[in-house]
């Protein structure tokens, strides 16, 4: 089943939301004790900041309740500075810890989902693409999973179903993507014409992307990770040489610095962090040509 809504999740929190505040409405007087406690078991921290907004400005239950209307204020202070949130670490996942592959390609782009339960090392094949690609990348924000490059998607795992999002601001392909504080960055990669230095961000709450400081270097099939409130573009090509030179943009200036380079050329990487350091892994350009190679960055 398909779903045109950005996000379905969210809907039906904002309709819990509203459920609750028409109930106490319907009999104010018995029970607008009960406010305070509707609102902590409802999941506040997955409506959006606008919809947060809204409610504080104009529903009456909350503009006379400070303890309620303080509660939700936090609440979209965090989720506008884009602060991990109090108990949403700790919550149990209701789907197991899988691991997914999206796309591909095989004599033709493909559109298959597929995830890999470690448990029992079984594959179970799940809703396609709505498009056929490769060359994408995928990351998970807020219990989604992201495919980025060409159109974007994401794939709720609770329905099974994929729902278009909105698109980049440039057409990407061989795009390295992570995710830092519920953000999702999207760096370098291929439009069709040139590589790319370029680099955005996409905000899930408000189904929209911007630009950031462009890179220092032109990268397509760059690994690109997130540590230390940083993101860190590893290796790619140019369109002449694969890179081994390594970048770090820093959120808080909006810029990007060269960090230690790797120690062989990579491109088409597969990058991760593990512990606090990086390990890069992927075939790497030696004198004998290509050989499959990992390294790791402290």
Not at 131 to 136: A, D, E, K, N, Q
Request: glycine share 10%; charged share 20%; proline share 3%.
């Amino acid at each position: 089943r398909w779903s045109s809504r950005r996000s379905s999740s969210t809907s039906r929190t904002s309709e819990v939301f509203h459920a609750c505040i028409n109930w106490v409405q319907y009999d104010c007087a018995s029970r607008r004790l009960y406010v305070q406690a509707l609102l902590q078991a409802v999941r506040c921290h997955s409506l959006t900041p606008h919809f947060l907004q809204t409610q504080l400005q104009k529903c009456e239950i909350l503009q006379s309740d400070s303890r309620c209307k303080d509660y939700l204020a936090q609440i979209f202070q965090e989720l506008t500075l884009h602060k991990p949130t109090k108990g949403m670490a700790t919550r149990a996942p209701k789907v197991g810890q899988l691991i997914y592959t999206a796309g591909g390609y095989f004599r033709q782009s493909l559109s298959y989902l597929e995830a890999y339960n470690p448990c029992d090392g079984s594959w179970l094949r799940l809703a396609d693409l709505q498009v056929p690609r490769s060359g994408l990348a995928g990351c998970v924000v807020g219990g989604l999973l992201y495919a980025i490059g060409g159109r974007n998607n994401s794939y709720e795992p609770e329905r099974d179903e994929w729902q278009l999002v909105a698109p980049m601001l440039t057409r990407r392909i061989g795009v390295g993507v992570a995710v830092l504080n519920r953000l999702l960055y999207a760096v370098g990669g291929f439009d069709g014409t040139c590589r790319l230095s370029s680099a955005e961000c996409y905000y899930p709450e408000r189904d929209e992307w911007r630009m950031i400081a462009p890179m220092q270097t032109i990268r397509s099939g760059a690994g690109v990770c997130a540590l230390n409130n940083c993101i860190y573009a590893m290796g790619g090509y140019d369109g002449t040489d694969q890179l081994n030179s390594v970048e770090r943009y820093d959120v808080e200036t909006d810029s990007w610095a060269f960090a230690a380079p790797m120690g062989h050329r990579r491109s088409a990487l597969a990058v991760t962090v593990h512990q606090g350091k990086i390990y890069v892994l992927g075939e790497s350009w030696g004198l004998g040509g290509w050989a499959a190679s990992s390294h790791c960055r402290a």
